[in-house]
């Protein structure tokens, strides 16, 4: 069946190709990613923040096609790896950046080389990878060492490194924040980033992305403030926040799970022009977070998210945050990515019981 009308929700480029400044006949790669949710959270507020009156939105990366925010990056970098007559693909990856590449590279007709730290990528991020028909290499290292393996493949012409130092990547990124920005308007009357902006930090590239695109929105002329950038590593894997590589970074929130970022730089940069902080938490901090958005919100993200939520709650108790603000918490990935954690620990009200109304309503105190 073919279809003359336009899909109401078009692709990142498509939507923001005037503030991406693109030719006509730019060749693009999409799957209608973006356009993700900004869902008020005023009981994750309370419970992050009690008595200060937050205006909390949460931010649904696990809404894009592949469940994560890497999609609005990935449109653009193999958009343009199309565009340079390229015939393959290549990153490393915690799971996410390879379930994307995978799906553009599918969709272009491309071949995607995935290299995986081996036994570190969660369940979910790995059957997508195989289901998109990617070449997966799993190698005895962990992410970092996989990120020194693929910058090689740069000596191949035909091959484009599809990671976040990969411009278009961050690029096309940096439209989480204009999309922020116009659906706060639509709450608030006026287009307008947050007074904060919450985010999980690995690789550092979506923080140097959402920093780069609030800028490019007010120098465009849509807004006329800028947020403070507040990033959160996992305690076993800070590096920027400890001024250190992690040799052996550990955290099970696997997508951050990454000792050496590869945006350390541009992300202490917006720490600092943006007036706000990198710090870290705990994985208690991270399940604690990650939990109360699903069982108070109703949002079910990967553990990764927990860093934005707990980060949030750690700096409202260290008295960083300023009643009444608004707060955007970045929920970079969807929860069904890593059924194995959530199995392990949700608050399983789950039981098994006999065939029977009466028993089960006992049961539920009904
Ligand atoms: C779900 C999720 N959250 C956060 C991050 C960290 O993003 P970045 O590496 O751009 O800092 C990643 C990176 O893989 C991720 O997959």
Redesign the pocket.
């Known amino acids: 069946m073919t279809t003359t009308t336009r899909p109401a929700s078009l692709g990142i480029l498509e939507r923001f190709r005037t503030l991406y400044e693109l030719p006509v006949d730019y060749p693009i790669v999409s799957l209608n990613e973006g356009n993700t949710p900004l869902i008020p959270a005023p009981k994750l507020a309370e419970w992050a923040a009690p008595g200060l009156d937050l205006n909390l939105f949460v931010k649904f990366e696990g809404a894009n096609p592949t469940g994560?925010?890497?999609d609005r990056g990935m449109t653009f970098a193999v958009s343009q790896a199309v565009k340079d007559g390229k015939t393959h693909i290549v990153c490393a990856?915690?799971?996410?950046?390879s379930a994307s590449a995978a799906a553009y590279g599918a969709r272009a007709g491309l071949q995607t080389i995935i290299v995986l730290p081996k036994g570190k990528v969660a369940l979910g991020k790995l059957s997508q990878a195989i289901m998109y028909g990617a070449h997966i290499i799993e190698i005895e290292g962990n992410f970092d060492e996989a990120l020194d393996i693929v910058r090689e493949f740069a000596a191949l012409p035909q091959v484009a490194i599809v990671n976040?130092i990969n411009p278009y990547r961050i690029r096309g990124q940096q439209s989480g924040a204009f999309e922020i920005c116009q659906q706060l308007g639509s709450y608030l009357g006026v287009p307008q980033p947050p007074d904060y902006h919450f985010i999980?930090?690995?690789?550092?590239?979506?923080?140097t992305a959402y920093w780069a695109g609030y800028q490019r929105f007010m120098e465009a002329g849509h807004i006329s403030t800028l947020p403070k950038m507040c990033g959160y590593e996992a305690e076993g894997a800070a590096a920027i926040v400890q001024g250190k590589k992690f040799d052996h970074p550990e955290t099970l929130a696997t997508?951050?799970r990454?000792g050496n970022?590869a945006?350390w730089e541009a992300a202490e940069a917006a720490r600092d022009e943006s007036g706000g902080w990198i710090d870290s938490v705990n994985d208690d901090e991270i399940v604690a977070g990650w939990k109360a958005a699903a069982e108070l919100e109703g949002v079910f993200a990967?553990p990764?998210?927990g860093a934005s939520v707990g980060g949030l709650k750690k700096a409202a108790a260290q008295g960083k945050v300023e009643a009444n603000s608004t707060v955007v918490c970045i929920l970079?990935?969807q929860g069904l990515k890593d059924p194995d954690n959530a199995v392990a620990y949700g608050k399983a009200k789950k039981a098994t019981l006999p065939a029977d109304f009466k028993t089960i309503c006992t049961h539920l105190n009904l």
């Not at 999980?200 to 923080?207: C, L, R, T, Y």
Request: proline residues 7%; charged residues 5%; contains cysteine.
């Open positions: 994560s925010f890497k990856s915690t799971g996410n950046t976040s999980p930090v690995g690789n550092a590239g979506n923080i997508a951050i990454i970022p945006s990967e990764a998210c970079t990935g």
